[in-house]
């Protein structure tokens, strides 16, 4: 393994950005993979495949390549799937305690502490204390967001304990990063690295195809979109920059605490984290010719799982441009409106009318008035109890896991044009798993 680190790190190689970092035991600081500065001797380095791994051994992040901005890895597929989803909650609920992480995975925090120690090395109040000063650090440098917004924004109660923690981790102040920021404004401007390629022309095909009028704009170079956190109102764009691994994104948003949220989903919807390389060599084991690969391919996502499954709803049996114009008909009619941006529904409106403006079967409108009012019911049920609402079929849970929670591994055999394809290429979905959604758009792609 580390032979493999060292000639990616020697190399400087893109494709390997966030899946191990390098540790300089010289100079006590850990660094990306495409860190610019001259490579260490080998005696000098430790390698680490988290972050936090590194920070408990003692290291500080290097200023140069910024850790903080790393993509996010798969590394970790391999471990206990608790964990995995552990590390997922730390990172979406920085502001939660260690007792309520610990609730939500419905195990006990001892046995949450022990399962850290055993699979990361550390604890998991190191770890999200490690994720907070990360994140944070990421603000102080590419935002011009106050140190109090930022502190919130992060997880942390307030400045002075953003001050205390970043201190101690880095051993520097807020204020040294922030240094040379420009001006104060309500536009919050990010980049999100990702590993290449990235196939910015098929996401932005895909998702141009199926925008909702007033709420998402696609240009060649740009997708931008409306969005609801809770009782809180949104917008973000986000464009690919040339010739860089990364992607801008400005954001605006009324409540900052929900900021870690906004940027989780817009790495989920743009499956910032896939390691194209894996899963187009598994594709191509599975049957699909080289020479059809689709290279970069990402999952494009949706923002929810409500948006998703009114988008599945309203979709069954018709065409894509048509399912289109009813969801824009849906949201002109029912969403909230700043100006010409449109919010999509809520669950809560769609319950409220009697969708008379929708030309659609009765039996569509009653399935997803039913799907509204389940949403409100049941929030945090599995998509899979779907199935108790009438009008509700595999097909669709299948689609809204796919789009709304971007699970890699649905295979929508079942689908028209899956099925066709199936007739023209020898594909054996099961070598593509875990990543049969890739194998989904993949043949899609090759109609």
């Not at 090395?121 to 935002?143: E, I």
């Not at 109660?157 to 204020?175: I, M, W």
Request: proline content about 5%; some cysteine.
């Amino acid at each position: 393994m580390n032979t493999n680190y060292q000639q990616a790190r020697l190399t400087r190689d893109p494709r390997f950005d966030g899946t191990f970092f390098i540790a300089v035991k010289t100079t006590k600081i850990f660094c990306r993979s495409i860190c610019p500065a001259n490579p260490p001797l080998e005696k000098n380095v430790e390698y680490f495949q988290l972050a936090q791994q590194a920070m408990t051994a003692g290291y500080r992040p290097c200023l140069r390549c910024r850790p903080d901005s790393a993509p996010q890895s798969y590394a970790w597929q391999g471990v206990n799937t608790t964990v995995q989803r552990a590390m997922r909650l730390l990172r979406q609920y920085r502001e939660l305690s260690i007792e309520e992480i610990a609730e939500k995975l419905g195990i006990t925090t001892r046995y949450f502490r022990k399962l850290f120690q055993q699979h990361l090395g550390l604890s998991p109040k190191q770890y999200q204390l490690f994720d907070k000063v990360l994140f944070a650090k990421q603000l102080l440098h590419q935002s011009d967001l106050p140190i109090e917004h930022i502190a919130h924004a992060s997880g942390f109660a307030s400045a002075r304990r953003l001050q205390h923690n970043f201190k101690k981790v880095t051993g520097l102040t807020p204020q040294q990063i922030k240094q040379g920021t420009r001006n104060q404004n309500q536009l919050i401007c990010l980049t999100l690295s990702f590993r290449p390629p990235f196939n910015w022309q098929h996401m932005q095909a895909f998702l141009a195809l199926r925008a909702i009028q007033g709420v998402e704009s696609v240009t060649e170079n740009s997708y931008s979109r409306t969005f609801i956190i809770g009782l809180d109102k949104g917008w973000f764009r986000i464009s690919p920059i040339p010739d860089k691994h990364y992607l801008q994104v400005e954001i605006r948003l009324t409540n900052i605490e929900n900021l870690t949220t906004v940027l989780n989903n817009i790495e989920r919807v743009f499956d910032l984290s896939a390691d194209t390389a894996s899963i187009q060599a598994q594709l191509i084991k599975s049957g699909i010719p080289k020479d059809n690969m689709l290279k970069g391919l990402r999952i494009p996502g949706v923002w929810d799982t409500f948006e998703a499954g009114c988008r599945a709803i309203l979709g069954q049996q018709i065409s894509v441009k048509a399912a289109i114009n009813l969801l824009s008909l849906l949201t002109k009619e029912l969403g909230e409106t700043e100006g010409e941006k449109y919010y999509f529904p809520t669950a809560q409106a769609i319950i409220n009318s009697d969708l008379s403006f929708l030309k659609i079967p009765n039996s569509r409108k009653q399935t997803l008035r039913l799907f509204a009012q389940h949403h409100i019911e049941n929030t945090d049920s599995s998509l899979d109890d779907w199935l108790n609402i009438k009008g509700i079929g595999p097909w669709t849970i299948a689609y809204a896991k796919m789009r709304g929670l971007s699970s890699p591994d649905i295979w929508l055999n079942t689908d028209l044009i899956i099925k066709k394809q199936l007739e023209k290429f020898a594909v054996d979905a099961e070598l593509a798993s875990p990543w049969r959604s890739y194998l989904t758009f993949q043949l899609w792609s090759m109609t």
